[in-house]
């Protein structure tokens, strides 16, 4: 029995872009836009200031202004979990604790980056800002990032913690998503990472996704999701298999969020470009980029 209603954590989960003005900074008018863009795809939440919101990008002030922003906006309607990963664990008590008084629904984090940290040290930092808010948490294990493979041992002491209510797996193997599953040994949520096996992620035991292709195709998720829900596994591979068709073209831009963030300013949705060492996209790349916007799009309209 945990204290909270995880079915309002469940289903497709947008991790959101950063939203820039002209000069590179945050702007919340930008981040207010495109929260709502995705309140009518039909998405459970977002995921604020992950991988794709560039949050380890930002300093806590910036990270705070975004998150104010997006509760502003859409905190009523959409579930917002909040990624609070930080290189100090000092950083992301500072941002449980502005989490929990803004309302943000969960908190998120990946272990600290840089430094080559011990389990003892990553369960530390995970600790310290758990204790510092009452909401629930959401493990981040992305390896290929961070480095860090959260193995079974580590993942079973962190669940005995009540507030420890779900992970997401960006790892590939959806044979250890499962194994997560199975060891949580409570009512426990699971996202699916790679956005290229959602589905695979869904049959082996996720309750959901939190993907940073979703953010140009939310309705194509919801879709597959649906096709999941229903048993329509054919209907499920094929959508699968063109959604990977489009994330193959996603990721041969310089960078994934250059392209993604471009693809949306081709729909009106400014949201400037991603930080650097995020490379934009280029001059030359624009056309592909417009081919790739009629391609989703036209897919959009056969799906949703
Ligand atoms: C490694 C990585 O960043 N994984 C993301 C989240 O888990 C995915 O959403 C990918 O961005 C996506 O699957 C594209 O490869
Ligand atoms: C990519 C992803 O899921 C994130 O933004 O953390």
Known sequence: MTAWDLDKYKGVFVAMYSAYNEAGEVSPDRVKKLARYYVNSGVKGLYVGGSSGEGILQNVEERKAVLKAVMEEVGQELTIIVHIGANSTKESKELAIHAEALGAHAVSAVPAIYYRLSEKAVERHWQEMIDSSSLPFIIYNIPQTTGFNLTQSLFKKMVALDKVVGIKMSGESVFELQQFKANSGKEFLVYNGPDEQYLGGRIMGA??????????MPELFCQLE??????????????????????????????????????????????????????PVQENDWEALRELNQEIESLIQIYA
């Open 207 to 216: 309750d959901g996704g939190i993907g940073g292709t979703y953010g140009v």
């Open 226 to 279: 649906t096709f999941y829900q229903n048993g329509a596994i054919e209907k499920a591979q094929d959508l699968q298999n063109k959604i990977n068709a489009i994330i193959t073209k996603l990721l041969s831009f310089p960078s994934l969020y250059g392209a993604t963030k471009a693809i949306l300013s081709l729909r009106g949705i400014e949201t400037g470009s991603p930080r650097l060492p995020l490379l």
